[in-house]
């Protein structure tokens, strides 16, 4: 309270709480205010507050809206309602001021503002709806991913984005949402304004008034389709990577059954398997190179036989074909074969001998290529033991793998050999240049 001239002459605990300290009484003017600011923080004069107002228009103020500064230098929003009083002949003989904290409501009024901020603008879709699951809010993100607007959504039941057939999920929802349950991270799929179907997963949450009363629930609805399709194709590389792998379990296995028929000791048997397992290993190099699209003919030539010679004694020549993964597998098994029996029997083993490895590929309704491998140079070569591994591999086993045909030769200059096989059974790719 304050006389006419707008000098305190009472307050209480309260008034001094929100102030911060206790003002002299009949010193302090107009108000106990430390320091006094606008709504927007403006300094405001004492002689310009709310109750000097009041006193110096003869007139009742409600609400008026102030900041309260301390000597601590913290700010208290508050609300005031001064009133003059009169004497009995209606004189101001002083004022009475009550003053409201609403600090908490201010900080209250903050926080809805920032999480209404963060909803709007959201990527995710932000759905509220009442325990009857009609639609109450709708944040733009839910616009973006439905394809309603907020006016089309608000006020229609939320079966608006469910697609028939999973109505019930619904009801399950709800019913969780009643018992105060949250629902975490159901997978599911919701319908879009234009009919398509959209995989989402969803949160929800029971929305509770000031009495802890569950009136609704509020849905976060987030795109999960781009994640559903890398599942997908994550299962479907595992599928087919697990069929690759078997594949190369076969292969290896019949390699040990094989090299053990032939191996004369253990040491032999272990460097022969070893050997082989490298020359497979560097063909699936080449398959992961090319992402299991396939490998050219020609690097699989260079890779298979670059650890035997330099390139001034292997040459190889011809057209450009892609090799199905396959026929990458089983040729890289053969040419490593032919380089191994090269470099210790025939051409590679001397310093004049040479190796060219050339294909071609014929014309015609249903083309073939031919791949030769040809040595000169080396020394004379006796024929190779029937039952050995190279030969099996070169005559039966490759050729069979890519529907072809082979055949090995004995020449007094090197070994020739020879595969015949369909373009579409070992190819993986269209021919599209010569080399």
């Not at 709310?50 to 913290?74: H, S």
């Not at 560097?282 to 299991?292: K, N």
């Not at 020549?317 to 025939?346: D, K």
């Amino acid at each position: 309270m304050t006389d006419a001239e707008g000098r305190l002459t009472y307050f209480n605990d309260a008034a001094a709480e929100l102030w911060g300290y206790r003002p002299p009484l009949g010193k302090a003017q107009w108000c106990g205010s430390w320091q006094l600011q606008s709504a927007d923080g403006h300094p405001l004069a004492h002689q310009d507050c709310p109750m000097a107002i009041a006193i110096k228009e003869n007139r009742a103020i409600q609400a008026a809206p102030a900041i309260a500064v301390r000597p601590d230098g913290t700010s208290i929003p508050f609300l005031a309602f001064p009133a003059p009083l009169r004497d009995e002949s209606g004189a101001v003989e002083g004022g009475v001021n009550l003053l409201i904290d609403i600090s908490q409501h201010r900080k209250a009024e903050e926080l809805t503002y920032r999480l209404a901020a963060i909803v709007e603008s959201s990527d995710d879709a932000i759905v509220s709806k009442n325990l009857n699951g009609v639609i109450t809010s709708w944040n733009r993100g839910a616009e973006r991913l439905f394809g309603y607007s907020a006016d089309e959504a608000v006020g229609k039941h939320i079966t608006l984005l469910i697609p028939k057939g999973r109505e019930s999920e619904e009801e399950t929802i709800l019913a969780s949402v009643g018992r105060g349950e949250r629902v975490d991270h159901f997978d599911t799929v919701r319908r879009r304004k234009d009919g398509t179907s959209v995989q989402v997963s969803l949160t929800v949450s029971p929305i509770r008034n000031a009495y802890g009363t569950i009136i609704g629930a509020s849905k976060i609805a987030r795109d999960i389709t781009e994640r559903k399709d890398s599942e997908n194709r994550i299962r479907m590389l595992m599928r087919e990577v697990n069929h690759r792998v078997k594949n190369q379990f076969a292969v290896i296995l019949s390699m040990i059954r094989e090299t053990n028929k032939r191996a004369g000791t253990a040491a032999e048997f272990e460097r022969q398997i070893r050997e082989r397992i490298m020359a497979l290993s560097r063909s699936h190099d080449l398959l992961v190179d090319g992402e299991w699209r396939g490998a050219t003919l020609h690097d699989l030539v260079v890779t298979q036989v670059q650890p035997f010679s330099d390139e001034n004694r292997i040459r190889a020549s011809g057209e450009l074909i892609v090799l199905s993964t396959a026929a990458v597998q089983y040729l890289g098994i053969a040419l490593h074969e032919l380089a191994t029996n090269s470099a210790r029997h025939g051409a590679l083993s001397n310093p004049t001998g040479k190796v060219d490895i050339t294909w071609t590929i014929s014309e015609g309704e249903a083309p073939h290529l031919r791949l030769t491998w040809t040595e000169t140079g080396g020394p004379v070569v006796g024929k190779i033991s029937r039952s050995g591994f190279g030969r099996v591999v070169l005559e039966r086993v490759a050729p069979s793998a890519v529907n072809g045909v082979g055949h090995l030769s004995y020449r007094p200059s090197g070994i020739v050999w020879t595969l015949d096989a369909p373009l579409n059974s070992i190819e993986a790719a269209s021919r599209k240049a010569d080399l």
